[in-house]
């Protein structure tokens, strides 16, 4: 299985024929004048990524200058199963779930043809993304769950 910066590679040399700007350097993608930032880490802690979240910024490298711009949307690649509170941010926060994607690769990179997302974003670039992965690795996209679906969590009471 292939490391979260080939897939990324990949995805953004898909987007080039598509015509969407790309850097080689940074991980975005340019459409319409909008950022569509990729963070990818191995695990992300809670009040960082609300830190991250609440800053928006991306770094945009033309020629030898850089400069910061307002990215419009941002996908976490996460390698690892993003603890359940950093969900519960997202989910509770509507200004994050309309700007931010989250996608646990970690069944994919464990050789299952499986990512869980989270994405509530319009963003057009993280919905070809997903087509990408679906096509690309035949990887099956399922969406996150807040809440668990086993009867072994609840009591009696709460079932009927």
Known sequence: MPRVWEILKKFKDCCKFRGWKTSESEDWVEIDDKYHNFLWAR???PSS???IASNRKCVVREGL????VEASYTACLLM???PEDLVHTIFENPDFS???ALYDLSPMLGGKNLCV???NTDSPVFQEFESFLK???KVKIKPI???KTSTEDYTIAELA
């Open 43 to 45: 695990e992300i802690h």
């Open 49 to 51: 990524f609300k830190k």
């Open 65 to 68: 200058s850089y400069r910061v």
């Open 80 to 82: 690892e199963t993003p």
């Open 98 to 100: 309309k700007r931010i």
């Open 117 to 119: 997302k989270l994405n």
């Open 135 to 137: 096509k690309e690795f």
């Open 145 to 147: 769950s807040l809440f």
